[in-house]
């Protein structure tokens, strides 16, 4: 795999995953929560879903950047920066599960 296909696809992915604590009422949209019911996910649930998916998609970049070549060391700017467009990717589920109005 070559470097602009990693990139691109680190990116649908990350915008995946992104939205996905804010488009299902499942944990990692694998458990489901409560018994048999239909129970709402809270926004704290939902906050600590998607620094644990940013964790993993920022794991899958360090293995693409590792098997591309030399992974560059990084300090807490470059977190907080890729965790500020984290949040921006989920801006569509955010807007879809609390903005938009329900009829």
């Keep these: 795999m070559n470097q602009s296909v990693a990139v691109w696809l680190l990116i649908v992915i990350a915008l995946a995953a992104a939205n996905l604590p804010f488009i299902n009422e499942r944990l990692f949209a694998?458990?489901?929560?409560?018994?048999g019911g239909q129970q709402d996910k809270s926004f704290l649930l939902?906050?600590?879903?998607?620094?644990?998916?940013?964790?993993l998609?920022?794991?899958?970049?360090?293995?693409?950047?590792?098997?591309?070549?030399?992974?560059?060391?990084?300090?807490?700017?470059?977190?907080?920066?890729?965790?500020?467009?984290f949040v921006v990717l989920a801006f569509p589920g955010f807007v879809i599960r609390y903005l938009m109005r329900r009829g």
């Design 57 to 85: 998609v920022g794991l899958l970049g360090y293995l693409f950047e590792s098997t591309l070549g030399n992974p560059f060391k990084q300090r807490w700017e470059f977190y907080a920066i890729t965790f500020s467009l």
């Design 30 to 35: 694998l458990i489901p929560l409560g018994s």
């Design 46 to 55: 939902r906050l600590i879903e998607l620094v644990v998916l940013y964790g």
